[in-house]
């Protein structure tokens, strides 16, 4: 198993531009999520998403979309970069109903808005 | 106020000393406690999830204490691979939601 995936790496954007990022997971979980990481702030959960054709706003969802059509598969949309958006990315799956199971992270995505 | 709150840090120890980790949380509701470590430009991987009876994974014990809402992880006879930054997790919101503490980091010297 692959476990979670994200593409790309790492990208730089221009102000205005949009882009987006993908996550995908083979474990067949239920629940997945997407965080920002910046410095001295922790991770923030954007968006996040409990089964296929769902999703839901978490504590940051400004200036971002997602869309989670198929259940492998959560894509993070930025259709209007800013700089304050620069940010590593982090995507996660979680299994429905196994509340003592956590989270399993993607490698991130650094983002840098210019 | 924020979710979750821990000392930053850094903490600086000598290889085989025992170090601690505490973690505040601002809703009673949580439902559930993990750790964390992540390493450099990494992803956070998970340590140990934190049970209401206390729990130890080798050289690792975490405690909880719902009444205090205080989370705390003991590190015995540190290594230098144990360097690296602890974050303290909650979850809530019928596990819906995961809330972040903004990480501890820990610096094991030889």
């Known amino acids: 198993n692959a476990g979670v995936t994200q593409t790309p790496k790492f990208r730089v954007l221009k102000t205005g531009q949009s882009m987006t990022l993908l996550c995908a997971q083979d474990?067949?979980?239920?629940?997945m999520y997407w965080y920002r990481q910046d410095p001295g702030m922790g991770l923030r959960l954007i968006h996040y998403?409990?089964?296929?054709?769902?999703?839901a706003k978490g504590e940051v969802p400004d200036g971002y979309n997602v869309s989670r059509l198929k259940k492998q598969n959560f894509l993070l949309g930025l259709e209007s970069a800013a700089p304050s958006q620069t940010s590593v990315y982090f995507c996660?799956?979680?299994?429905?109903?196994?509340?003592?199971?956590?989270?399993?992270f993607g490698p991130g995505t650094r983002l840098l808005v210019l | 106020r924020k979710e979750v709150e821990q000392d930053p840090g850094p903490f600086n120890v000598p290889e085989g000393a025992t170090v601690a980790f505490n973690c505040t949380y601002s809703?009673?509701?949580?439902?559930?406690f993990f750790w964390y470590r992540q390493d450099c430009r990494k992803e956070p991987k998970l340590l140990m999830s934190?049970?209401?009876s206390g729990n130890e994974d080798g050289r690792f014990t975490a405690q909880l204490n719902r009444a205090s809402q205080y989370i705390s992880l003991l590190i015995r006879d540190s290594k230098l691979s144990d360097s690296a930054t602890y974050l303290c997790?909650?979850?809530?919101?019928?596990?819906?939601?995961?809330?972040f503490g903004s990480g501890t980091k820990l610096n094991v010297k030889p």
């Open positions: 996660a799956s979680h299994y429905l109903g196994r509340e003592l199971e956590t989270q399993y």
């Open positions: 474990m067949n979980h239920e629940y």
């Open positions: 998403s409990v089964g296929e054709g769902t999703t």
């Open positions: 809703n009673s509701a949580s439902q559930s």
């Open positions: 934190v049970y209401s």
């Open positions: 997790v909650v979850g809530r919101d019928n596990f819906n939601k995961f809330y």
